[in-house]
């Protein structure tokens, strides 16, 4: 693989930019689903049941939009350190596709293989 030219380079910044945009405007829009049901309400046994797994689903996506914004906001890092593009785990270029799905991807296909097999 080839390393990224200027014209990637931007393209995928811009992508970047764009993504921790909407995933702040998204933890920020969130914040209210997250908060505790409350005991007091008055609703039935089955309906705060409902209320909590939508509260527990709406958590899980919460925690997850933090963690892709801590990796978009670290790729950008890796951008003006003129490191972006390279895996940070064997140090080869990460593809171009890859990186066009997920621009925040710190690792090339093989090494995100391996962390996740284990």
Do not use: W
């Amino acid at each position: 693989m080839t390393p990224l030219d200027s014209e990637k380079l931007t393209e995928l910044e811009v992508d970047l930019r764009a993504l921790v945009l909407e995933l702040r405007l998204s933890i920020e829009g969130g914040r209210e689903g997250v908060k505790p049901v409350g005991l007091d309400q008055p609703i039935g046994r089955l309906s705060r049941m409902d209320a909590i797994q939508q509260q527990n689903m709406l958590q899980a996506n919460h925690r997850a939009a933090q963690l892709r914004l801590a990796a978009a906001e670290a790729a950008l890092r890796r951008i003006e350190q003129e490191e972006y593009g390279a895996c940070v785990s064997c140090g080869e270029d990460v593809a171009f596709a890859r990186l066009k799905a997920r621009p925040e991807s710190p690792f090339c296909v093989s090494c995100q293989g391996k962390r996740e097999s284990g």
